[in-house]
């Protein structure tokens, strides 16, 4: 079963899926890069109060939900959605799921940011059919062989449920006799899912809010907020989860609460 390899999601979603700019891109722009990211790091800071009076353009939002979706993924299987939300309508009614919280008050955008774990099959799918298109009618190569094992079993061993819990009996088996003898990828049952999809949805939220800095605005992270009324208001099916919700507008100074204080390097950061 090489397809089970340790290190061959990140090989196949890169070469197979992303051949062509990666290197280019990273030789290119590489030393000049690291001073303006700095400056997007120490900007961004979570601001609670924001100006009514200014307004955020449309073109802003977009582009950084687009630099969003670059955001590394699992297998690049991008159980995510976004939902933007816009209308003043629609504000003060999240302004309300959000447990009246100023973050979500005089907003000018939210955005919902939302795991579907439930829509693997359809994601994996369209994988390989990524996977196939790229040949253009030409024999799969090895790593083309492997891409499409990938996709077409091993995904679904990873992500299938069943009422009865068998998948997840196989999956747990499978990591506990294969991690005897090596290490070992240890994945269950919808927890582990759970896990893997909320990992990757914010990491997509990061970079969107990375992107809001860069675009000289301000956003703030909400994690309180009614997950069951949110998921009715956007009409979404039981398999969806919301992972947060981000504000947007332009940020006042009282809407920053202090200075921004972090552990000691040293105590969270460990050389081997």
């Known amino acids: 079963m090489n397809f089970l390899k340790k290190s061959e999601p990140c090989v196949l979603t890169f070469f197979v899926l992303g051949r062509p700019t990666f290197?280019?891109?990273l030789t290119k722009f590489k030393p000049m890069l690291a001073d303006s990211f700095e400056t997007i790091v120490q900007r961004r800071r979570s601001n609670r109060r924001f100006d009514p009076e200014v307004t955020v353009a449309d073109e802003v939002i977009e582009r950084s939900l687009q630099r969003a979706i670059l955001s590394p993924n699992s297998?690049?299987?991008?159980?995510?959605?976004?939902?933007?939300?816009?209308?003043p309508e629609e504000k003060a009614k999240f302004h309300a799921l959000?447990?009246?919280q100023s973050a979500a008050k005089n907003t000018a955008h939210l955005v919902v940011?939302?795991?579907?774990?439930?829509?693997?099959?359809?994601?994996?799918?369209?994988?390989?059919?990524r996977i196939k298109e790229s040949l253009q009618g030409k024999e799969p190569g090895k790593l083309e062989k492997r891409g499409l094992q990938y996709y077409s079993k091993l995904m679904p061993l990873l992500y299938r449920q069943d009422p009865f819990g068998i998948f997840t009996g196989i999956r747990k088996a499978i990591c506990f006799f294969m991690g005897i003898?090596?290490?070992?990828?240890?994945?269950?049952g919808k927890a582990d899912q759970r896990v893997t999809v909320h990992k990757s949805c914010a990491l997509a939220a990061q970079t969107f809010m990375?992107?809001?800095a860069a675009e000289g605005y301000e956003?703030?992270?909400?994690?309180?907020?009614?997950?069951?009324?949110?998921k009715k208001a956007l009409g979404l099916p039981s398999g969806a989860e919301i992972n947060m919700i981000v504000s947007v507008g332009k940020g006042t100074e009282e809407g920053v609460w202090g200075e921004r204080f972090r552990l000691p390097f040293e105590d969270v950061v460990f050389k081997r």
């Open 113 to 129: 940011f939302v795991t579907r774990q439930d829509l693997w099959s359809q994601r994996a799918k369209w994988n390989l059919s």
């Open 98 to 100: 959000c447990l009246g």
């Open 181 to 188: 003898r090596k290490p070992f990828m240890r994945f269950g």
């Open 23 to 25: 290197p280019v891109y």
């Open 210 to 212: 990375l992107s809001i």
């Open 75 to 87: 297998s690049n299987m991008q159980l995510w959605e976004f939902y933007w939300i816009q209308s």
């Open 219 to 230: 956003s703030c992270p909400m994690e309180g907020f009614d997950a069951v009324r949110v």
